[in-house]
């Protein structure tokens, strides 16, 4: 898929969360797990901005999502508005060219994103290690999610990967299906889903190799 399909998919979806025919069912389970960010934070593949809204941070923390979607941050642009929030900027762009300098960023998120960009993973772990200063934070969907239409990784598999790319993984950590969602996930898509104990996320803590 390139960048303008893309685009296109991305901007359909964000459409259908809008009108309600779609919804984040990531759940509190997870949410409530993040960890702290703080200084200038760079999300890549910010959405509708989910994550950083909820993720606890200073008052001081800066805040900048890009995304492929226009309907993405449209969306982004209402929720900053209600929060009244002056400390986050939103950019349209690529996670596969990302528009800023070298180690301009203290930390940079790239959440529930590379399992949906076709096979441009190095490129987007490349740019993600060049604009951060030191810090990456990432998560992975698991093999035991299993899902059909998304790229998926085991830990050895996520390891090389990220270890590719010049990042070091300094901490690893594996969410199940019933730790991520709330609600009863199983009446949604039960063709779909994977037992309540799989193997759902990997959160991956990585530093920059100098």
Same mark, same amino acid.
């Given at each position: 898929?390139?960048? !303008?399909? &893309?685009?296109? =998919? ?5 459409? #259908? ?7 984040? +069912? ?14 200038? *934070?760079? @999300? ?15 008052? @001081? ?5 890009? #995304? ?7 969306? %982004?642009?209402? +929720?900053?508005?209600? !929060?009244?929030? =002056? ?15 070298? #180690? ?17 993973? &190095?490129?987007?772990?490349? $740019?993600?290690?060049? %604009?951060? =200063?030191?810090? *990456? ?28 790319? =010049? ?5 690893? !950590? +594996? ?6 969602? #709330? ?8 063709? $779909? ?9 990997? &959160?991956?803590?990585?530093?920059? $190799?100098?």
């Amino acid at each position: 898929m390139d960048l !303008k399909e &893309q685009m296109s =998919k991305w901007n359909k979806r964000f459409l #259908d969360y809008s009108t309600g025919n779609d919804f984040n +069912i990531h759940g509190d389970g997870f949410y409530r797990n993040m960890n702290m960010v703080n200084g200038k *934070v760079l @999300d890549v593949g910010c959405g509708d901005f989910h994550y950083l809204i909820y993720v606890e941070k200073p008052e @001081d923390t800066y805040l900048v999502g890009l #995304d492929i979607s226009k309907m993405a941050l449209k969306l %982004t642009k209402r +929720i900053i508005k209600e !929060k009244d929030n =002056k400390k986050i900027d939103i950019v349209l762009g690529t996670a596969q060219y990302l528009p800023f300098r070298e #180690d301009i960023f203290d930390e940079v998120l790239c959440i529930e994103l590379l399992q949906d960009t076709g096979n441009d993973y &190095q490129q987007i772990l490349r $740019e993600i290690q060049r %604009t951060s =200063k030191s810090k *990456v934070s990432m998560t992975l969907h698991h093999h035991e999610f299993n899902e059909k239409t998304r790229k998926s990784f085991n830990e050895a598999e996520a390891t090389e990967l990220i270890e590719e790319s =010049k990042l070091r993984i300094e901490k690893m !950590k +594996i969410f199940k299906a019933f730790e991520i969602f #709330d609600v009863p996930y199983n009446r949604m898509w039960p063709s $779909e889903f994977p037992p309540a104990d799989a193997k759902m996320i990997m &959160q991956i803590e990585c530093t920059k $190799e100098l």
